[in-house]
Structure formats: structure tokens, C-alpha cells
């Protein structure tokens, strides 16, 4: 069975930093491009980043560009988002979610909540 | 504001079928494929259609996609109680080299 798995969120101050992991398992990681996808409380979702399979290609929302890392070990299944300079509007449950040759996510993990805050 | 635009809300009897318009641009939907998502309350977003107009395994053949132009289509035939959820549409904009979702489209089913 396919399966993501996030963790590493949590309460952070604004200005700091936080780093987010998703481990993967059911298949072979290395061959699929990963994204990391955020939803605020009550609203919509919005792309973060996207990381092809071997790293050559990233992708950053212009919300995130230059304070958030989107990185991976296919070593270790897992897709990483370092994020620096936390604000307030960063407050969201992070999806990590597998990339299809169409531009499209499937499957998605369950979420972990990020809350910037003082 | 969204990129793509999607009316906030639709809503149907059961057994009904309903569509919900996903309206872009050639630098996005023209030139990409699109996908929908359902997104169940409390729940993670799930895909319902891809590339357009394909089912993953295991979506009921109830969920079409369709796409003309800079505009697609979800429709939902024999709408069900548990059909009620929130619906994106979602694609790759050439322009913004970004991904981009619809501001999404609440489905009620009375």
C-alpha cells in the first residue's frame, strides 16, 4: 500500500524555523517527483514546492520562495521542507503528496499541523 | 485570489447530478492537464480525476472530468449524502512555472 507520512509540525514563534518530514513507503520513491502542498484553517489549499525524482528540478510558490527548502533522500524514502523565517500567514496543515506525470497528487499523507505564532 | 476560478458553492438533491466549472487561462488549463480533488471534512484532499478525464482506481464512474479550451469540468451523477464535500480543481501554470489550485467549490447535497 502506497502510504505518506508527515511529521515535524508544530507551535513555532514568528521568525523561526521548523523542519517538516515525510516518510514514504509502497513504492519506489526515487522514481516520482514529490510536492508539499499547505492548507490555512478554513481555506483553500495552495501549492508549496515540488521536487522531481532526482533532485534536478525545484519549484517554490512566491509565498515561500527563499525561506522554505524543499529537499529529498531516495536513500531514505523520505521528502523534507525546511522552513525559515516562519510567519503568521504560514499557519497551515502541510500535505506531503506523491507527483503524477500530469501535474497532479496522488496520494496525499494525512497533514501536520504547522501554527506560527507568539 | 485564485488562479483558476470555481464558483464557492453548488448544491443538488441526491440523486442529482451536479457540475462544477474550473475556468483558467492558456498559460495554465490551455496548455496542461487538469486535475480534481475531493476533500471530505476533517479529511486529506483524495484525487477523483486526472489528466483531464481519467479515474484512478477505485473512483466510482459517477466522478467525469472533461476540459474545452481554458475551462474544465467536474460532474457528479447520482449525487449521495457522502458526496458533500469540498471540491478543487488544480494544474501546472507554464507562466508562474507553479503549481496552481481552484479556490474551491463547496458541494451540498440536500
Known amino acids: 500500500e502506497v502510504q505518506l507520512v508527515e511529521s515535524g509540525g508544530g507551535l513555532v514563534k514568528p521568525g523561526g524555523s521548523l523542519r517538516l518530514s515525510c516518510a514514504a513507503s509502497g513504492f519506489t520513491f526515487s522514481s516520482y517527483s514529490m510536492n508539499w502542498v499547505r492548507q490555512a484553517p478554513g481555506k483553500g489549499l495552495e501549492w508549496v514546492s515540488s521536487?522531481?525524482?532526482?533532485?534536478?528540478?525545484?519549484y517554490y510558490a512566491d509565498s515561500v520562495k527563499g525561506r522554505f527548502t524543499i529537499s529529498r533522500d531516495n536513500a531514505k524514502n523520505s521528502l523534507y521542507l525546511q522552513m525559515n523565517s516562519l510567519r503568521a500567514e504560514d499557519t497551515a496543515v502541510y500535505y506531503c503528496?506523491?507527483?503524477?506525470?500530469?501535474?497532479?497528487?496522488?496520494?496525499w499523507g494525512q497533514g501536520t499541523l504547522v501554527t506560527v505564532s507568539s | 485570489q485564485s488562479v483558476l476560478t470555481q464558483p464557492p458553492s453548488v448544491s443538488a438533491a441526491p440523486g442529482q447530478k451536479v457540475t462544477i466549472s474550473c475556468s483558467g487561462s492558456s498559460s495554465n488549463i490551455g496548455n496542461n492537464y487538469v486535475s480534481w480533488y475531493q476533500q471530505l471534512p476533517g479529511t486529506a484532499p483524495k484525487l477523483l480525476i486526472y489528466?483531464?478525464?481519467k479515474r484512478p482506481s477505485g473512483i466510482p464512474d459517477r466522478f467525469s472530468g472533461s476540459k474545452s479550451g481554458t475551462s474544465a469540468t467536474l460532474g457528479i451523477t447520482g449525487l449521495q449524502t457522502g458526496d458533500e464535500a469540498d471540491y478543487y480543481c488544480?494544474?501546472?501554470?507554464?507562466?508562474?512555472?507553479?503549481?496552481?489550485f481552484g479556490g474551491g467549490t463547496q458541494l451540498t447535497v440536500l
Open positions: 521536487i522531481s525524482s532526482s533532485s534536478s528540478y525545484i
Open positions: 488544480g494544474t501546472w501554470d507554464s507562466s508562474l512555472s507553479a503549481a496552481v
Open positions: 503528496a506523491r507527483g503524477g506525470s500530469g501535474s497532479y497528487y496522488f496520494p
Open positions: 489528466d483531464n478525464n
